[in-house]
């Protein structure tokens, strides 16, 4: 879920003004010296980001946030979680309140030039899907003209709605909300007929906020509609934490691609005689250098939250979302981390 309406790149070039500017080139010390990392996460996501009862947050994004905390500080629990709607996000990291975002957050061209925004790299593959309740016996997007539609509003799923809809000669009556849970008990109180956002989302939202033990009761209709690369954002001017935050993302690929995982990472250090991995690991120096890191960046953050595998058997498949386009690029996948060397 995401947002590129006129308001908000007006808006965010405001605070770009004022935030880019005293944050350029400075966020990994800023980092230091603070003691943690300050991550925008989404206001709960299960799968993604979500806090338990007692506060602790999980989900694949939120270990992004582990990873590179435990690459920068050495310990992957040095994070404050900032909490974020979709419209709450952009301005969050332009203005400082956060350090990065790791929210579920759509890799669109406006957001990396208008908003001030440099994405990283793509932590999960998505797109839009919709999900109805099967009493209304539907099968298919094309059959949904005159439905009313449960969409978030200021997000690249509320644009692709209406251009899907237009294209394909339908009509529908959008039911706006911006909070999730709202947005959540609008549809399942049966206020609208249709749901739309990314399909993780839809999968998360059927198993996690249907009314309890009604999850088979909805229905995510086949077609997807559009291409949702999702992953972490920065700001722009910091070249340095961008590629910390990008090449933390691309260890835990490599490290899946080579097998090492969280709990051989440290043994698999000191006893490969694979170069690529020495590399990765830090027993051979200089890829820490390069990042302004200690050497061992990665391991602790392989050590954190593990590779890129780990992660997805830790979050994902609780859904009953397959891996498909998220396996790696050896396996039928996309996922594909250029070398660390």
């Not at 003691?35 to 338990?52: H, I, K, N, R, Y």
């Not at 051979?284 to 593990?306: C, F, Q, R, S």
């Amino acid at each position: 879920m995401r947002s590129t309406t006129k308001v908000a790149v007006a808006s965010a070039a405001a605070v770009l003004m004022m935030g880019t500017a005293a944050y350029a080139q400075k966020t990994v010390e800023l980092i230091k010296a603070r003691g943690e990392l300050v991550c925008g996460v989404s206001t709960g996501l299960g799968g993604f980001s979500v806090p338990d009862s007692a506060g602790k947050w999980t989900g694949l994004d939120v270990d992004y946030c582990k990873a590179v905390a435990a690459a920068i500080l050495g310990d992957g629990n040095k994070v404050k979680f900032q909490a974020l709607t979709a419209q709450q996000r952009f301005t969050a990291l332009q203005s400082g309140e956060v350090d990065m975002l790791s929210r579920n957050t759509t890799w669109t061209l406006t957001r990396d030039t208008a908003l001030g925004l440099n994405f990283t790299a793509v932590t999960y593959y998505d797109g839009q899907g919709f999900m109805v309740p099967k009493k209304l016996g539907v099968k298919s997007a094309k059959e949904l003209d005159g439905a009313t539609v449960c969409v978030q509003p200021g997000t690249t799923t509320e644009l692709n709605l209406a251009d899907y809809f237009r294209s394909n000669n339908m009509k529908f009556t959008p039911v706006v909300i911006e909070n999730l849970q709202e947005v959540n008990a609008a549809f399942f109180s049966g206020r609208c007929d249709v749901y739309t956002t990314d399909a993780s989302g839809l999968a998360s939202i059927r198993k996690n906020d249907a009314p309890k033990g009604k999850s088979d009761d909805y229905v995510i209709l086949p077609e997807i509609i559009s291409k949702e690369p999702l992953g972490p954002v920065v700001r722009h001017g910091d070249d340095q934490f961008l590629d910390v935050v990008k090449w933390v993302i691309f260890a835990t690929v490599e490290a899946e691609e080579y097998g090492v995982t969280s709990a051989n990472a440290a043994k698999m250090a000191t006893d490969t005689k694979n170069p690529g991995i020495k590399r990765l690991l830090g027993s051979t120096p200089g890829m820490g250098k390069a990042l302004g890191l200690d050497e061992a960046w990665a391991m602790n953050a392989i050590k954190a939250v593990g590779n890129y595998g780990e992660i997805w058997e830790r979050n994902i498949p609780a859904l009953g979302l397959p891996r498909g386009v998220n396996n790696l690029w050896s396996k039928g996948g996309i996922m594909y981390a250029p070398p660390v060397r």
